[in-house]
C-alpha cells in the first residue's frame, strides 16, 4: 500500500518541501495521464472527471494540513483524495469497480472515500458536500480534536444556496473550515460569464465575515504558505477561511480526452495556463537526479496499482445488499 | 393564441404502424420536435435549466432549439436548482410556459420544496385563482457506472402529491405527444425520460399530436398475465414477452405512460381476466408506482376470485457502479420473464430464459461516460 502523506513537519527544511510538493503533483498528474490512457479499454466503468492542470490547489492545500485534518472533495475528487494521502491502489480497485475498491465497488470515481487518511466521502451532487464539510468540522471543534477541514469546491457549487447557507452558519460558529474554490471559469461548459453578474466572489464571502483571498495563477507553493499561516489562528478558534484559486481544466468534463473542438473554450487559454503547469513548475525546483528518483517510484506505484486493480475480484452479488444500513 | 384541436390518442396500437405522415424517429429527436412544435405554436413557451444550450444539448433533446429560438427563450441558469424552480413557477404564475430541464433526475431532490409546497398547491390554496403550467424535463440515468446519485427513479415521490402530474413515456411516439400534452396542460408536469430510451426508435407523426394524461396503452395482448412496465421497462418487459412466448405463455403488457393522473381502469380490465399482475417499476417498489397500481388492482378486484399480484423494481439498495452488483441491481428481460411464468404456470417447475436472449439492443449499444 502507497504511503500517506506526512503531517508537516512546522519548520519544513525548504528542499524538503520542494522535494514533496513536486512528489505528489508528479504522482496525481501520472495516476490522471495513465486513467485517460487506459480509458479505451473499458475496464474503468465509472465516468472520471480528471483534474489534470488543477492539481496545484489540492497539493498546496493539502501540503498544509495534518494528519488529522480532513479533506472533503467533489466528484472531481482524485487529485484531492490523492493530495491528502488517500489509497492510491483502493481508488483504481475502486474505478475498476473491484471489491477491494476504496467504496467496496459501490461509489465509482465520484464518491472517493478514505476515513483513515481522512478523505471524507465525495459526492457527486454539486455543492451537497459543502454543508457536510461544515458540519464535520462544527463536530471537531465540539470534540475538541483541533483538528480542521478543508473543503473543496466548484466555481459552479458556489451558486448552490448551500454555499450560502454553509458560509453564513461556519463564520457564526467560527468553524474551522478552509474553503477552497477551485475556479476554472466552467461548469461543465458554461462560462462564468453566463452565471455571474460579477466575479467578485471573494468580496462576496467577505460580507459573511470570512477572509477571503483570490489567487490568481494558483501556484502551489504560495496557496501551501497562505493556509498554513492561516490554520496556526484557526486551530485556536479563529473561524474559516476562503481561498479562490484560479486554474484551468486541461480536459473535458468528463472523460479522459480534450474539448477544446467544442468551439466553447479556445486552445490559446489552454496554452497560457500550461505555461503555469504546476508539475512543470515544481520540477524546476528539484535536481534532474532527484526528479528521476521520484518519477520511477512513481511509476512503480502506479503500475502496481493498476496491477492491484486489474488483479482483484469484483464484488460478489451477495453484497449488493450489504450496508445499505449501519 | 388557437390551440389546433388534438388528434385523439391511438389508444391500442404500438408504435410501430407505418401510416400517413409517420417516419421513424429517435427518442430522442422526439424530444426535442416537440418543444420546437410548442414553441412555435406559444410564444409564451421557453426553455431553460443547466446546459440546455451548451454543444451536447442535453444529450441531445435540445438540439437546434437555441438556434432557432434565441438565447431569451432557451437559456443556461446558474447552478440553483431550488431558485429556478420558483423562478419557473414565478414565470407560470405570470402566464408562461417554462419547460425546466434537468440532466439527471437525482438533482430534482433540490427542487423538492418549490415543487411540493408551492407549484403543486398554488392553484387550490389560492382558491383556484391562478395556475401553474410549468414541465419539469428530467432524466433518469442507467449502467456505466452512473451510480449511486446518478441513476435514481423518483418518479413516486411525485405521484405522491396531489397537484402535480407525472409522465414517463416509454417510446419516440409518446415522447413527443405527452410532452405536447404536458406543456399544453395548466399543471405543473413531472416529465420523467430514460437516458437508454434516447436512442430507440419509432413511428412519429410530423405533426403535433397529444398522449393525453390518464390514458395507458396496451401495447400486447396476451391472455395468461399481466405485465405494467413504468418508463423503459415497458421495453423490457416486451422482450419478456417474447421470451414468454416462447415457454408457451401469452403476456399482456401495458404501459400506463402517465403515473398521475394513473389509468388504473385499463390495467384493472386486464387483470380481470388474466388474475395475475407483474409490475416492474423503474424505481424502488417500497411505495413505488408499483405499490399504487398493486393496491388499485387489489381494491378493484377484490372478492372477485383468485389474484396474484407480483411487484419487481431496484433492488433496496442505492444503485452501485461496479458491473456485477448493477447487474443485480436492476430487473431486466429474464427476471420479469421468470416472475410472469410463475405466476402463470405456478404448478410449472421454475424456469429462467436464457440470459443472452434476454439482453437488450438499446442497453448494449449505449457507451459512457454518459
Ligand atoms: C445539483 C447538481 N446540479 C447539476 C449537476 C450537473 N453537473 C455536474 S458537474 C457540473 C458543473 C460543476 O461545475 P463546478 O462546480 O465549477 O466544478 P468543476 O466541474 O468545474 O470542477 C454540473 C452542472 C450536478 N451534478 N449536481
Ligand atoms: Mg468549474
Known amino acids: 500500500m502507497p504511503a500517506k502523506a506526512k503531517s508537516t513537519p512546522k519548520k519544513a527544511v525548504k528542499s524538503g518541501a520542494s522535494l514533496r510538493l513536486y512528489r505528489s503533483l508528479r504522482r496525481i498528474r501520472r495516476v490522471e495521464e495513465e486513467i485517460a490512457r487506459l480509458y479505451p479499454s473499458d475496464k474503468i466503468k465509472s465516468p472520471v472527471h480528471l483534474s489534470i492542470g488543477q492539481e496545484g490547489i489540492a497539493v498546496g492545500v493539502c501540503d498544509a494540513l495534518e494528519a488529522r485534518d480532513a479533506v472533503s472533495g467533489t466528484y472531481r475528487g482524485h487529485a484531492t483524495y490523492l493530495a491528502k494521502g488517500g489509497s492510491l491502489a483502493a481508488m483504481m480497485a475502486e474505478l475498476y469497480g473491484k471489491d477491494t475498491g476504496c467504496a467496496r465497488g459501490k461509489g465509482g470515481s465520484m464518491h472517493l472515500i478514505d476515513m483513515e487518511a481522512k478523505v471524507l466521502g465525495t459526492s457527486a451532487v454539486v455543492g451537497t458536500t459543502v454543508p457536510v464539510a461544515v458540519g464535520y468540522a462544527l463536530a471537531q471543534k465540539r470534540l475538541k480534536t483541533g483538528a480542521v477541514v478543508a473543503c473543496f469546491l466548484g466555481d459552479g457549487a458556489t451558486e448552490e444556496g448551500c454555499f450560502a447557507e454553509s458560509l453564513n452558519f461556519a463564520a457564526l460558529h467560527k468553524l474551522p473550515v478552509v474553503f477552497v474554490c477551485e475556479n476554472n471559469g466552467f461548469a461543465i461548459h458554461e462560462p462564468l460569464s453566463k452565471r455571474w453578474a460579477t466575479d467578485r466572489l471573494c468580496a462576496r464571502v467577505a460580507t459573511y465575515g470570512i477572509p477571503a483571498k483570490r489567487f490568481a495563477d494558483s501556484d502551489t507553493a504560495a496557496i501551501r504558505k497562505h493556509v498554513e499561516r492561516a490554520l496556526l489562528k484557526m486551530r485556536k478558534g479563529g473561524g474559516p477561511i476562503f481561498i479562490e484559486c484560479l486554474t484551468w481544466r486541461w480536459r473535458e468534463h468528463v472523460g479522459p480526452g480534450e474539448d477544446y473542438d467544442a468551439g466553447f473554450r479556445s486552445k490559446a487559454m489552454l496554452a497560457k495556463w500550461q505555461k503555469k503547469d504546476p508539475v512543470a513548475k515544481a520540477a524546476k525546483a528539484v535536481s534532474a537526479k532527484q526528479r528521476a528518483a521520484i518519477d520511477a517510484e512513481i511509476e512503480a506505484e502506479i503500475a502496481a496499482a493498476i496491477a492491484f486493480a486489474e488483479a482483484s475480484p469484483f464484488p460478489s452479488p451477495e453484497e449488493l445488499g450489504t450496508d445499505v444500513y449501519a | ?370
Not at chain 2, 171 to 176: G, I, L, S, T, V
Not at chain 2, 343 to 356: E, N, V
Open chain 2, 1 to 370: 393564441m388557437s390551440t389546433p384541436k388534438p388528434p385523439p390518442t391511438p389508444k391500442l396500437a404500438w408504435p410501430g404502424r407505418v401510416e400517413d405522415g409517420r417516419r421513424v424517429l429517435k427518442y430522442v429527436d422526439a424530444l426535442s420536435e416537440a418543444v420546437a412544435l410548442e414553441m412555435a405554436r406559444d410564444e409564451n413557451v421557453f426553455l431553460f435549466g443547466l446546459d440546455v444550450d451548451d454543444h451536447k444539448a442535453i444529450q441531445g433533446s435540445t438540439r437546434g432549439l437555441l438556434d432557432r429560438f434565441g438565447p431569451a427563450r432557451v437559456f443556461t441558469t446558474p447552478l440553483s436548482e431550488d431558485a429556478m424552480t420558483g423562478v419557473a413557477i414565478g414565470a407560470a404564475m405570470a402566464g408562461m410556459r417554462p419547460i425546466h430541464v434537468h440532466i439527471r433526475m437525482d438533482f430534482l431532490m433540490l427542487c423538492m420544496n418549490q415543487l411540493v409546497n408551492i407549484a403543486a398547491k398554488a392553484r387550490y390554496m389560492y382558491g383556484g385563482q391562478i395556475k401553474v403550467p410549468l414541465v419539469v424535463r428530467t432524466i433518469i440515468g442507467k449502467s456505466w457506472g452512473q451510480g449511486a446519485q446518478h441513476s435514481q427513479g423518483l418518479h413516486s415521490m411525485f405521484m405522491h402529491v396531489p397537484g402535480l402530474k407525472v409522465c414517463a413515456p416509454s417510446n419516440a411516439h409518446d415522447a413527443k405527444g405527452a410532452l405536447i400534452a404536458a406543456i399544453r396542460d395548466d399543471n405543473p408536469v413531472v416529465f420523467v425520460e430514460h437516458r437508454l430510451l434516447y436512442a430507440t426508435e419509432a413511428f412519429v407523426a410530423e405533426a403535433p399530436y397529444v398522449v393525453a394524461p390518464g390514458r395507458a396503452r396496451v401495447c400486447r395482448f396476451g391472455r395468461d398475465v399481466t405485465i405494467v412496465g413504468v418508463s423503459n421497462m415497458v421495453v423490457e418487459a416486451l422482450r419478456a414477452a417474447d421470451l414468454l412466448k416462447e415457454a408457451g405463455v401469452a403476456a399482456e403488457v401495458i404501459d400506463p405512460i402517465w403515473l398521475a393522473p394513473l389509468d388504473s381502469d385499463t390495467i384493472v380490465e386486464s387483470v380481470r381476466r388474466t388474475r395475475k399482475l407483474v409490475i416492474v417499476d423503474n424505481g424502488w417498489s417500497m411505495c413505488g408506482a408499483g405499490a399504487e397500481i398493486a393496491a388499485r388492482v387489489a381494491e378493484a378486484c377484490a372478492g372477485e376470485g383468485p389474484l396474484q399480484i407480483q411487484r419487481l423494481g431496484f433492488a433496496p439498495t442505492p444503485c452501485p457502479p461496479s458491473p456485477p452488483l448493477e447487474a443485480a441491481f436492476y430487473p431486466n428481460p429474464a427476471t420479469i420473464a421468470a416472475a410472469a411464468y410463475k405466476l402463470a404456470r405456478p404448478d410449472a417447475p421454475a424456469w429462467m430464459p436464457d440470459a443472452a436472449k434476454a439482453e437488450l439492443a438499446y442497453q448494449l449499444q449505449f457507451k459512457g461516460p454518459f
